[in-house]
């Protein structure tokens, strides 16, 4: 059973009179418990196949299995359940709740999903913590560093135990220093807890410590 698998997907959009084809037919799997970068220059289709990955854009064509499920003619409610339950997203702008703190922001995901509230802020808590943010889970996320902004996000996505993680330039928004720590620690967090990933960026060194690499280009991926 794979976490993810793509066959011949295309997706194209209209743009005025014509029709711009961005992803051109993809192939691709994830297998459980593999990191896997998405690189390509801005422009290239990048978060459209994150789109398509995270049942976010059904206007798509091809063949989509999320944790060996086919897409193809499930509801509408059953596909909200399999991204609800199997998918964790991280994005470069974070789109925490500015009102709530830390805590809340990450504990919130897990009550919607039933759990009672002080189990929910104690596994937030145990989570945060093991991002390091134990002295921050009060804070709301204006009076946090980009970079403690970007590892509550990743708490927030990965508190429900989804088993693919799909991250759109999760340390995009960073410097590079900062950037280069929040991944490393992204890392070490979904590796221990044996998630796949599929992350897009543009850094090549992020994507070199990551167990394979693609580039698309032309709307096709091509393995590095
Ligand atoms: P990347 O994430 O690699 O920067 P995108 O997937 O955002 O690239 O965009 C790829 C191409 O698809 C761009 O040319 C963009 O203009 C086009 N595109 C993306 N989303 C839409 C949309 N909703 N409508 C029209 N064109 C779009
Ligand atoms: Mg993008």
């Known amino acids: 059973m794979t976490a993810l698998t793509l ?12 029709d711009v084809h961005v992803l051109k037919g993809i192939d691709l799997t994830v297998e459980p418990g593999e990191l896997v970068a998405l690189i390509g220059s801005s422009g290239s289709g990048k978060s459209t196949l994150l789109q398509v990955a995270g049942l976010l854009d059904d ?27 199997e998918l ?12 709530f703190t830390a805590l809340e922001n990450v ?9 009672g509230k002080s189990a929910a802020a104690e596994e937030a808590t145990a989570v945060l913590t093991g991002l390091g943010l134990e002295e921050r889970l009060d804070h709301t996320p204006a009076k946090l560093s980009g970079g403690e902004q970007q590892r509550v996000a990743i708490a927030r996505a990965i508190i429900g135990k989804p088993s693919l993680l799909l991250a759109d330039e999760p340390t995009g928004n960073l410097d590079e220093e900062t950037a280069a ?3 490393a620690l992204f890392l070490k967090t979904i590796k221990s807890r044996g998630m796949s990933a599929l992350i897009a960026t543009h850094d090549r060194d992020l994507a070199s410590k990551l ?14």
């Open 7 to 18: 066959k011949n997907v295309k997706r194209s959009f209209h743009q005025g009179s014509k």
């Open 59 to 85: 206007s798509f064509t091809g063949d989509l299995a999320i944790g060996g499920k086919k897409i193809a003619g499930l509801s509408d409610d059953a596909r909200s359940r399999l991204r609800r339950t």
């Open 211 to 224: 167990d394979r690499q693609f580039q698309l280009k032309d709307g096709k991926l091509v393995e590095l």
């Open 107 to 115: 504990a919130i995901a897990l009550q919607i999903a039933g759990v």
């Open 88 to 99: 964790g997203f991280i994005y470069q702008f974070h789109h925490l709740m500015p009102d």
């Open 181 to 183: 720590r929040v991944f």
